[in-house]
């Protein structure tokens, strides 16, 4: 019997085949139907994820090769697909919380006509199928082609409600910051194929040793700048918090278990030439470490409740490429795990205020829906709890093994990440209060009509919940129990040649341990102590002044970039419009016709009908041909 990880490509051909039903029939299926297919294609791909993980549990791994993509002399780049623990991981992630996102937005997204329903649904199966490619695929060049399909349709997502033009440049945004990062993983590809011949993992981690050190770093930066892009990280961040622009599930998908996280998933798959570049991991860690920093301090003065998560996000993405850089590669693909069930969560809860809220997504006209929303608050709080890090939940373990790699590679790092996460427990418990504590600030008709959300969007929640409580079991530090880390040793094949490299031994003697945990966790429970008080009581109603103006309006990030790229941009392509192009080649073209145009209507004033006018024009003619004739003799 052949092994059964053959038929791997079963996983993202069941999204496929949800996106050509629903993409192609979106004039004539019924909502129904379309939620049926939408969310089915999704149950069946998260079966067959489930049946291939217990099988690389038990030890299988394979290289499956479908066709040949590229064939010539020199290189042959197949279509394959890699089936391994670390893929097999991220495809319980991508199709089990994207089951639970495709079966909310059923019934949040119910208020669509059927033609735009479906078309929704078509969108989001594609970009599921495409995230599906980019973690199965065998080499680069199928990676970089999901890579893409995830660009294309964050776009598409982004910009759905296409009437909006804030929208579509919200869309435009995402796909040219997108592009710019892109940039770099193809030319790290090219420079694979010129320096391994092969684009394979496999060929390209096994002849990585013996490249020079400026090659690999040279590589891996180029890698690195892709991240950057897709994951959004400092300085191609800013496209990810205007991505609200779309539906709210959406939302979800791109920052929990889809998008942001393929930046993490290409340096884990690549850490072999990672760990081989010690200049690259640094520059990772630090800009990791800053993005975590700044994104944090702009969430505390934001108040959509959006855009809080969005920039959570943010910072969230920048621990695990400091997980990344310090070599905590286990750490940083157990935070990506872990960040999807919380942070899924919390905009699947933020979705449900909106919808209770009548698409009011700003807080301060909030407050006191505990009592109206009871499903929504209690998952909510479970959400924060568990980004804020506190233990037993899942972010406590996955983000103090960060923290604690990150302390043996530089205990500034720790510092620095341990303020970061108090920011963490702040900025989500001020959210937290000013939404759902206190008293009620909106109006009395929408007061009125405040309810829980319907059984399809509170059902995830609750999974989610669970996972967002349970979900970091999985990976017990050794310091409170030998090995119980499960996730470390199921993801041991992906990181040993890494770890054989560098041989590095844990240099953290227990107590130590202990006591860095205490104190981020005393230190995160302050911070949830004070925003509890300070903002259930006295919530920020007036307009932020000061340095809290200057977070509010995101450190003016984005009009930097506009004054600094946009509109010198725009000048340069307004010179080349009006001067180069319409008053040069556009008046040199057109110059030649109104001239023609110009000496037509002259030579037209000939035609007068006077014969008289004709017989002296013929006699000139002639006198002309008798000159000519006398000089060329």
């Known amino acids: ?148 399909g995830v660009g294309l349709c964050s776009y598409l997502l982004i910009g759905y409600w296409f009437k909006n033009t804030d929208y579509n440049n919200a869309a435009k945004k995402a796909f040219i910051m997108n592009r710019i990062g892109d940039l770099g993983f193809l030319l790290a590809v090219f420079w694979m194929i010129q320096q391994f011949n092969s684009v394979s993992f496999g060929e390209v981690f096994a002849k990585s040793p013996q490249a020079s050190v400026a090659v690999l770093t040279g590589i891996t930066l180029l890698l690195f700048v892709g991240a950057t892009g897709k994951s959004a990280q400092i300085p191609l961040y800013t496209w990810l918090p205007d991505a609200m622009a779309g539906p709210t599930p959406v939302s979800a998908l791109i920052h929990a278990a889809t998008m942001v996280t393929a930046g993490i998933y290409m340096i884990a798959r690549s850490n072999v030439m990672y760990t081989l570049a010690p200049t690259t991991q640094t520059v990772v860690a630090v800009v990791g470490l800053a993005t975590a920093i700044f994104a944090a301090t702009i969430a505390i003065k934001q108040n959509d409740i959006k855009k809080v998560l969005a920039y959570s996000t943010v910072s969230q993405l920048g621990y695990m490429f400091l997980g990344l850089g310090v070599g905590a590669y286990t750490g940083a693909v157990f935070h990506v795990m872990t960040h999807a069930f919380f942070k899924a969560l919390l905009f699947l809860g933020a979705g449900s205020v909106i919808h209770a809220m009548h698409h009011e997504q700003d807080i301060r006209n909030m407050g006191g829906l505990r009592k109206k929303l009871p499903i929504t608050h209690l998952t909510f709080l479970l959400g924060c709890i568990a980004i804020a890090g506190i233990p037993p939940f899942s972010g406590f373990f996955s983000k103090d093994e960060i923290l604690a790699a990150a302390y043996e590679a530089n205990p500034v790092y720790w510092i620095i990440g341990v303020a970061g996460a108090m920011m963490t427990a702040f900025y989500m418990f001020r959210l937290y209060a000013t939404t759902f504590l206190g008293s009620f600030r909106g109006t009395q008709e929408k007061e009125h009509h405040l309810h829980e959300s319907p059984a399809a969007m509170t059902i995830p929640l609750i999974v989610l919940a669970i996972l967002a409580v349970v979900g970091g079991f999985v990976g017990i530090p050794k310091v409170f129990a030998e090995n119980a880390h499960s996730l470390e040793h199921f993801l041991s094949p992906i990181f040993a040649q890494s770890e054989e490299l560098v041989k590095k031994e844990h240099a953290l003697d227990h107590t130590k341990e202990i006591g860095l945990m205490a104190a981020s966790v005393i230190l995160a429970l302050i911070a949830i102590s004070y925003a509890l008080n300070r903002f259930s009581k006295k919530p920020e109603l007036k307009e932020a002044e000061g340095f809290g103006k200057i977070l509010a309006n995101k450190l003016y990030v984005d009009e930097m970039y506009d004054a600094i790229i946009g509109k010198p941009l725009k000048a340069i392509s307004a010179f080349f419009n009006n001067v180069i192009e319409k008053a040069g080649i556009d008046g040199f073209v057109n110059g030649i016709g109104d001239g023609v145009q110009y000496a037509s209507r002259q030579l037209r004033l000939l035609q007068s009908g006077q014969v008289g006018s004709y017989i002296l024009l013929m006699v000139i003619g002639i006198i002309i041909l008798f000159i000519i004739q006398l000089f060329v003799q």
């Open 1 to 148: 019997m052949s092994n059964i990880l053959e038929y791997i490509w079963l996983v993202p051909l069941f999204p496929l085949i949800g996106f050509l039903i629903n993409g192609l029939g979106r004039n004539y299926l019924s909502k129904t139907f379309v939620s049926i297919i939408g969310c089915g294609v999704l149950l069946a791909s998260f079966a067959a994820s489930v049946y291939f993980f217990m099988s690389v549990k038990s030890g299988n791994s394979e290289v499956v090769h479908l066709f040949d993509f590229i064939s010539t002399n020199s290189i042959n780049i197949p279509f394959e697909f890699q089936a391994d623990a670390l893929s097999s991981l991220f495809l319980l992630i991508i199709t089990g919380v994207g089951f639970l996102i495709h079966l909310y937005s059923t019934a949040y997204m119910h208020e669509e006509s059927s033609t735009h329903f479906a078309r929704y649904f078509a969108y989001l199966n594609l970009f599921v199928f495409s995230m599906l490619l980019l973690v199965l695929g065998g080499n680069y060049v199928i990676m970089f082609i999901g890579w893409e």
